[in-house]
Nanobody
């Protein structure tokens, strides 16, 4: 079993900052890609940012220059630092990870967190 626990969401004024965290625990032999997605009301879930095991990052155009994804492999944790937040960033943010669950076969399973709500409003 693998568990993902997200934290750090909340209400913030436009221009403010928040830092999301996602801790992965359970039967883990390794974690490859770690990422954040978001889903706004009435919209489809979309990619926000991804970070590979080697540290390569990819961002949605809408958050480039404002958001930073990082990871702490020793803590099995991925972070999303969000600066200069805008009302259009309001959404439920989901953590997504590719976990290696079998050290012999190197089988990889994708997991989602339950989400944390970010509301940007004055």
């Amino acid at each position: 079993q693998v568990q993902l626990v997200e934290s750090g969401g909340g209400l913030v004024q436009p221009g403010g900052s928040l830092r999301l965290s996602c801790v992965v625990s359970g039967s883990i032999f390794g974690i490859n890609d770690m990422g954040w997605y978001r889903q706004a009301p009435g919209k489809e879930r979309e990619l926000v940012a991804i970070i590979t095991l080697g540290g390569t990052t990819t961002y949605a155009d809408s958050v480039k220059g404002r958001f930073t994804i990082s990871r702490d492999n020793a803590k099995n944790t991925v972070y999303l630092q969000m600066n200069s937040l805008k009302p259009e960033d309001t959404a439920v943010y989901y953590c997504n990870v590719d976990v290696v669950t079998n050290i012999v076969t190197w089988r990889e399973v994708n997991y989602w967190g339950k989400g944390t709500l970010v509301t940007v409003s004055s």
